[in-house]
């Protein structure tokens, strides 16, 4: 080998080793940097942040439950309305108590055996109206009331007309109908509506007044009782109907009532209103407008409701109140017992049982309708006078064959 190969395979082999040391030295420098990053204690914490929110974005989130409102949020495929809540979700099927010291009420549901027992002092659960007032002299009062009402209720679509409905979930009884009326020298006899503009008694801004024994109860859905208890549910479950069904109100109005106004002229003459001052009143001739209870007529198909303003959902069978008329139902689809039917339909009563006495013995032996006999009578305490010089006996034969009060 010459000098010049000699010399230069020597810095050729001086140069391989001084690269390989020098690779070796970058090496070690890079994994002591490495090392370093991970066990420094000092870091900033923002680095240590971005870190976390880094991995935390690698990572993907666990999906939570949705919950059974948030399913109803999302649009239904049918109109809102349409959906009665299930039963299950109704808070108020159980035995519950209801206590409010602002307002002074008491309610007691007891659910046992099959029955629903209510017991109720009668006030409600809100604000009410002043009472007495220009068309009702009438105080609110403590009540001692009960009532007995079936959980399994056996639809029997016989339509049977009953005074108290039923009675709301805070203990105040639904009576739609009234003891007053106009009543012609000529026969007709003309029951007023509650709800009417034509003569002043005194409901107050919950469709409610006070009967002669200090009885708070509702003519027609009041807006408070719906707003207490309402849910996100369209129908709002506000009572319990004599016959064991529920009565719901719809906040959207998606079911209408299939009652419309009567074509017939009024007939009647020399009519008088019941009242402290029997006002007389203007009756042949006029058109009926909803001030009389005769002044509708049932039109099955003009609504979305039965006779008795109640409806199948879901499969289950329901009343509805409504903002028409009759507000409440006036009769009952249900098998109503004894503890729930309490008087005829028409007149306003109170006390144990739902309503006043059963007077239909008393009608057929004075050879009169029942309607008549609880018109005339009106509202307890009884004037048997005055009612016997309207159906034209005596007041020792009425007195003879009505019931005795309760307990008696």
């Not at 420098?29 to 923002?46: I, K, L, M, Q």
């Not at 399913?71 to 959906?83: I, K, N, Q, R």
């Not at 408070?224 to 109907?241: R, S, W």
Request: with cysteine.
């Amino acid at each position: 080998m010459g000098p010049m190969r000699s010399e230069s395979f020597r810095r050729l082999a001086t140069a391989v080793v001084f690269l390989s040391l020098l690779s070796a030295a970058c090496s070690s420098s890079a994994d002591s940097s490495a090392e370093g990053s991970t066990v420094v204690a000092d870091a900033p914490a923002e680095s240590a942040e971005v870190e976390t929110e880094a991995e935390e974005a690698e990572e993907p989130e666990a999906e939570e439950p949705v919950s059974a409102s948030e399913e109803e949020d999302e649009p239904a495929e049918e109109p809102a309305g349409v959906e009665v809540q299930s039963v299950s979700s109704t808070e108020r099927l159980g035995s519950y108590t209801l206590s409010d010291d602002e307002f002074g009420t008491m309610v007691e549901v007891v659910v046992e055996g099959g029955t629903r027992t209510i017991t109720s002092n009668g006030r409600p659960d809100h604000e009410t109206g002043t009472f007495p007032n220009d068309g009702n002299p009438n105080a609110i009062e403590d009540q001692d009331l009960s009532w007995s009402f079936t959980t399994t209720p056996n639809f029997t679509g016989g339509a049977t007309e009953v005074r108290t409905t039923g009675v709301a979930v805070n203990g105040v009884k639904f009576e739609p109908g009234t003891g007053e009326t106009v009543t012609c020298a000529s026969g007709q006899n003309y029951r007023i509506e509650a709800l009417q503009e034509q003569f002043n008694l005194g409901l107050d801004f919950n469709n409610a007044h006070v009967q002669p024994g200090g009885e708070y109860h509702y003519h027609g859905a009041s807006e408070l009782l719906v707003e207490a208890y309402a849910g996100d549910d369209d129908l709002v479950h506000v009572g319990f109907a004599a016959d064991g069904f529920l009565m719901y109100y719809s906040k959207s109005n998606a079911y209408s009532a299939s009652y419309v106004l009567s074509d017939e002229v009024r007939q009647g003459e020399d009519c008088v209103a019941t009242g402290p001052d029997d006002p007389a009143v203007e009756v042949a001739g006029t058109s009926p407008d909803g001030t009389y209870a005769s002044d509708w007529v049932f039109s099955e198909g003009a609504g979305d409701l039965d006779r008795c303003n109640g409806t199948t959902v879901d499969g289950q069978y329901i009343y509805v109140l409504t903002d028409q008329y009759p507000f409440i139902s006036r009769c009952l689809n249900g098998e109503v017992q004894g503890g729930g039917q309490g008087a005829p339909a028409g007149g306003e009563g109170g006390g144990t049982g739902g309503g006043g006495p059963d007077l239909t013995d008393a009608a057929d032996a004075l050879g009169v309708s029942v309607e008549d006999l609880t018109a005339a009578l009106g509202s307890p305490p009884f004037d048997v006078e005055t009612a016997a010089a309207t159906l034209g006996v005596t007041a020792e034969e009425l007195e003879a064959v009505l019931p005795p009060p309760p307990g008696q």
